[in-house]
């Protein structure tokens, strides 16, 4: 698929990965709608960022767990530009807790994660693709984890979500094709402060020094290094759907791969 002057939706892109992928896909000369949920400032700066490459942009907020925000979120990609041509599904949510604390989950707290990292990626999907199909193309990459392939992660809510996504990955590409091509990528441990604030400072150092001691690669994964499988799916796969790739430099091949996204 060739992005210059293509419409692209990146889903949580006021920092980290979909921030990371907003500016690639600008860099390409694609047009972007940044969306955030909290951090306007952070989107702000995204939209800065993107806009030094020449490219049109719209910010808006909007809660991917709610169906009518992601539709709206469609529409202003198509009453701007009258299209869109690739969906990064990147929005996410989780409660960390330790796996063995069965108590430390309840019922909704599976709801509001569900909410946001499978229901939200698939209302998203569904808002976009009678446009996709209508134009004839169309690209949507949903960002799981290595959580979703090894049952690790911030909290087995977290990881269970993830999980789904990767088989809801699998049906939207059957139901979606020929105009719309899904795929998946699963990141293992990502820098940034949403991991940092979530572990705390002294585990995530800990963590991010275990990836790079132990990881057949000896590399924890920046947002810009996940950024590029993405935009793989998006314009350099043009024969591949139902796919999943894992980001993680070979972490899930140790022992030691109890790493969290």
């Not at 800065?48 to 020449?54: D, L, N, P, R, V």
């Not at 999907?125 to 690790?152: C, D, F, K, L």
């Not at 585990?203 to 590399?219: D, G, H, M």
């Amino acid at each position: 698929m060739d992005l210059q002057d293509g419409v692209a939706i990146v889903t949580g892109s006021s920092s980290g990965v979909g921030a990371a992928c907003a500016r690639q896909l600008a860099e390409k000369g694609c047009h972007v709608v940044i969306n955030y949920a909290h951090n306007e400032g952070g989107a702000r700066a995204t939209q800065t960022a993107c806009e030094e490459y020449g490219v049109e942009t719209i910010v808006q907020k909007a809660d991917i767990a709610d169906d009518g925000q992601c539709r709206a979120l469609a529409k202003a990609a198509l009453d701007k530009w009258g299209r869109v041509d690739a969906l990064i599904n990147n929005a996410g949510t989780t409660k960390f807790n330790v796996h063995s604390n069965l108590e430390g989950l309840n019922k909704q707290d599976f709801l509001d994660i569900y909410a946001v990292n499978t229901v939200g990626a698939y209302q998203m999907t569904r808002a976009v693709a009678e446009s996709m199909q209508t134009s004839g193309q169309g690209s949507v990459v949903n960002v799981s984890s290595i959580a979703g392939v090894m049952g690790v992660g911030s909290s087995i809510a977290y990881a269970a979500s993830k999980g789904a996504l990767i088989t809801m990955t699998l049906s939207l590409a059957r139901a979606l094709g020929p105009e719309i091509r899904v795929n998946c990528i699963c990141p293992g441990f990502i820098q940034g402060d949403w991991l940092e604030q979530g572990m705390g400072s002294d585990a995530y150092q800990a963590a991010k020094s275990n990836v790079e001691a132990t990881s057949p690669l000896r590399v924890a994964s920046t947002p810009d290094m996940i950024a590029e499988g993405i935009l793989y799916f998006v314009c350099g796969a043009d024969v591949v759907t139902g796919e999943t790739i894992i980001m993680d430099g070979g972490m899930h091949l140790t022992q030691a791969g109890l790493h969290k996204r």
